[in-house]
């Protein structure tokens, strides 16, 4: 997955996944594809939200966003 997109891009590519999982008449096929990327997705939203998790811990503890 593409370290580079963005949080708000990744959940706006998560919905249209979703859209897409729901018409039933996606095959089998293009299903797994897109519930692998919407794995890779996800996985990308967990690791951006314990890293502002992290920043505001900081800035509470210290003060600063400096690491």
């Known amino acids: 997955m593409n370290e580079k997109v963005t949080f708000e891009q990744s959940l706006e590519r998560l919905s249209q996944i979703s859209t897409a999982m729901n018409d039933s ?7 797994l594809k897109l519930y692998g990327e919407a794995v890779g997705l996800i996985d990308v939203c967990k690791r951006r939200i ?7 811990e900081r800035i509470e503890t210290n003060g600063t966003t400096t690491a």
Not at 50 to 56: D, N, R
């Open 25 to 31: 008449g996606l095959p089998l096929e293009e299903s």
């Open 50 to 56: 314990e890293s502002a998790k992290l920043t505001v």
